[in-house]
C-alpha cells in the first residue's frame, strides 16, 4: 500500500443530517478549509452525519482538533459501515484508510468527557501513489517552526517562556513515477488542492498515525521528467499534525 493523497472531500458540498454540535460551532464550521474555525461537541456522545452524491469513499478524517486533556473517542462510518476508530490522547490529525466503495452517508460519533473542537472533518476519495514508487517525506512531527519568546525582568532573571505554535513546514516529493499516474491524477489533485487544504498519510501500514493536514506553502510544484518515461515533482507544504 502507497502513500495516499485525500484531497477530494464529498462533505462540502453534502447536507448536514445530524449535527449535534455546540451552539455557534456548527458542523458546517469544519468544512469551510479553515483553521480558525471550529465544530464544537460538548462532553458526552454526539454524532454529526452527512449526505451526498454516490461517490467513491477511500478516507474519513478529522483535522486539527482540541480534544482537551482527557481526549476523545471517534468512530467513523460511511455507507453505513463502521470503518474504524480512534482515540484520542492529544490534539493529532487523523485519517482512516480503507477499501474504495460507494457510498452516500458518512457520520462520526464523539465521545468524551469534556467539550471537543475540530477545524476539519473530511470524507472522500484518495489519490494513491503505487507501492514501490519513491516518495520523499520529512516527517513533520521532526519539523517545528514554533515562535519561543523568553522573557526577562530588568534584573535578568527569567520570568517566563512564551511559545506561538506555527504550522509545521516540510515537502513531499514524489520521484521517478511513470508518466500514467500523474496523468490519471495530477489534474484531481491541482484543481483540489489548490481550494483547500488536504491530507497526506505517507505509510498507511506502518505509521497510520502520522497524517498531516496541509496546504501548499509556495506554488505548487512543477511536474518534471527525470526519465524517458518518468516524472518527478516536490510539493512545499505546511500544516498540523
Avoid at 452524491?53 to 482537551?68: C, D, Q, T
Avoid at 460511511?78 to 452517508?105: C, D, E, I, P
Avoid at 514524489?174 to 491530507?199: G, T, V
Avoid at 501548499?216 to 518515461?229: A, I, N, P
Wanted: net charge neutral.
Amino acid at each position: 500500500m502507497g502513500a495516499k493523497f485525500g484531497v477530494e472531500n464529498f462533505l462540502r458540498a453534502a447536507t448536514i443530517t445530524t449535527d449535534q454540535s455546540i451552539s455557534g460551532f456548527g458542523a458546517a464550521n469544519a468544512l469551510d478549509g479553515r483553521t480558525s474555525t471550529h465544530a464544537g461537541y460538548a462532553a458526552g456522545t454526539r454524532t454529526v452525519s452527512f449526505s451526498f452524491a454516490s461517490g467513491g469513499v477511500g478516507y474519513i478524517a478529522v483535522g486539527k482538533n482540541n480534544f482537551g486533556d482527557s481526549g476523545a473517542t471517534v468512530s467513523v462510518y460511511s455507507g453505513g459501515v463502521l470503518r474504524g476508530s480512534h482515540t484520542f490522547t492529544k490534539n493529532q490529525v487523523y485519517m482512516w484508510t480503507f477499501a474504495q466503495t460507494a457510498a452516500t452517508t458518512c457520520s462520526f460519533v464523539i465521545s468524551g468527557s469534556s467539550d471537543s473542537f475540530v477545524c476539519d472533518l473530511a470524507c472522500g476519495s484518495v489519490i494513491e501513489t503505487p507501492k514501490l514508487m519513491q516518495v520523499g517525506f520529512e516527517p513533520p512531527r521532526f519539523s517545528d517552526d514554533d515562535e519561543i519568546l523568553a522573557n526577562y525582568t530588568m534584573g535578568s532573571e527569567l520570568n517566563g517562556i512564551s511559545v506561538r505554535a506555527k504550522p509545521k513546514k516540510t515537502s513531499i516529493e514524489l520521484r521517478d513515477f511513470h508518466y500514467s499516474w500523474f496523468d490519471d491524477n495530477w489534474d484531481l489533485f491541482m484543481r483540489k488542492s489548490k481550494n483547500y487544504p488536504f491530507y497526506f498519510l505517507f505509510s498507511p501500514v506502518d505509521r497510520p498515525h502520522d497524517a498531516f493536514y496541509c496546504w501548499h506553502s509556495k506554488s505548487l510544484g512543477s511536474v518534471k521528467y527525470s526519465k524517458r518515461t518518468y516524472q518527478s515533482v516536490t510539493l512545499n507544504v505546511e500544516g498540523f499534525t
